[in-house]
């Protein structure tokens, strides 16, 4: 199933006239040579965070203020629009209209709750779903909010597990996937972790119609202090997941898999030095469906490695320093660094650890 990217041709007719009106010759002129549009978070040379558009050269199409700092980010290709997610333990979640004919929505998560960094729209854009945090009850929830009626919370389904990180939806929509982190955080104690000796990380497939679990991949003992983090869809019903491992340096666990429903998960087993190069973090995973390709990124480790995505085997291994977000393109991903690269060009800012493709 070929996935619906979209081109620059795509995203000016979508977005239309009142954006393309707004932008600068020179934005304009990066916007009318790239193949493809992305967008992340990113925090400038003032320490001010905000969300940027950016063509397939690392162009900065646009800029837009945030409240403070983002993590991941979702895309509606129905309405076209962009949310941002609030990084752990933030409250605050902002839409923007990338048609430029509405201000951005800021929205806050409810008392007793806060974002995990990630959501995913409904495949017709009338529903978002955020991943969140009942703190209290140490329990990760969905948080629900209509997209039709100013993104109102309208309810919240379980996630079946602890710290709930990344969440992604089936192409064909029925079903949402959730990876639960396993890490019990509070808000009390910033970022600390609060129960590394007795994690519980997991992989759920919940029905997004009633919220109802399906099915429920919890990590061998041997792996229980593999955080599953990020995850990402192939076009063949495969669900790739990346991991952080909390455990001793010197392990070596295996920080990536994939798994389909009614399978047991499958775990990809990297040559050592890769692995190593990894550094038991992977901060991004993405499937290029076209290609058959997928990518991961290690900050930690400086390391951006390309899959097969059949085989599993490395294609490509490239030291990166700061390799953080990392999103499927027209061909091959577009990627970012910490340190501001986005595709080989230097911007003033500095990127947060998400790319989205618009589209």
Not at 229 to 241: D, M
Not at 276 to 283: E, F, H, I, M, P
Not at 294 to 322: F, H, K, M, N
Request: negative net charge; proline residues 6%; glycine residues 12%.
């Amino acid at each position: 199933m070929r996935s619906p990217l979209i081109s620059r041709r795509g995203f000016l007719r979508a977005a239309g006239s009142t954006f393309v009106a707004g932008l600068a010759p020179g934005q304009l002129f990066a916007l009318e040579r790239t193949d493809a549009v992305f967008a992340s978070a990113f925090m400038d040379s003032t320490g001010h965070y905000g969300l940027a558009t950016l063509a397939e050269d690392g162009s900065i199409i646009d800029r837009s203020p945030l409240p403070n700092r983002a993590h991941g980010l979702a895309f509606d290709p129905n309405f076209n629009r962009v949310v941002a997610f609030a990084r752990r333990p933030g409250t605050f979640a902002a839409i923007f209209d990338l048609n430029g004919s509405s201000a951005p929505i800021v929205i806050v998560s409810p008392e007793g709750r806060h974002f995990y960094g990630h959501g995913t729209f409904s495949r017709d854009g009338r529903l978002l779903y955020a991943s969140e945090n009942d703190f209290d009850n140490a329990r990760g929830v969905i948080g629900i909010y209509d997209a039709t009626d100013e993104f109102a919370r309208i309810g919240e389904y379980p996630t079946y597990g602890v710290g709930p990180h990344d969440l992604s939806i089936s192409l064909d929509g029925n079903v949402l996937i959730a990876a639960n982190g396993g890490i019990e955080t509070h808000p009390d104690f910033g970022r600390t972790k609060l129960n590394l000796d007795r994690m519980e990380p997991s992989l759920v497939l919940i029905d997004a119609a009633s919220g109802t679990m399906i099915e429920k991949h919890e990590l061998p003992p041997d792996f229980k202090q593999l955080s599953t983090r990020h995850i990402a869809l192939s076009g063949n019903h495969e669900v790739w997941f990346a991991c952080q491992y909390e455990g001793a340096h010197d392990d070596l666990p295996p920080l990536i898999g994939r798994f389909r429903h009614g399978e047991p998960l499958e775990f990809i087993y990297l040559p050592e030095k890769t692995a190593r190069n990894l550094a038991n973090y992977v901060g991004a995973i993405a499937v290029n469906r076209n290609e058959g390709l997928v990518a991961v990124t290690s900050p930690r480790g400086g390391t951006y490695v390309l899959l097969d995505a059949i085989s599993g085997t490395v294609v490509q291994e490239v030291q990166l320093a700061g390799a953080s977000g990392i999103a499927a393109g027209l061909h091959g991903f577009g990627f970012s660094t910490e340190g501001g690269l986005f595709n080989g060009r230097q911007s003033p800012v500095n990127w947060d650890q998400h790319v989205v493709r618009i589209g």
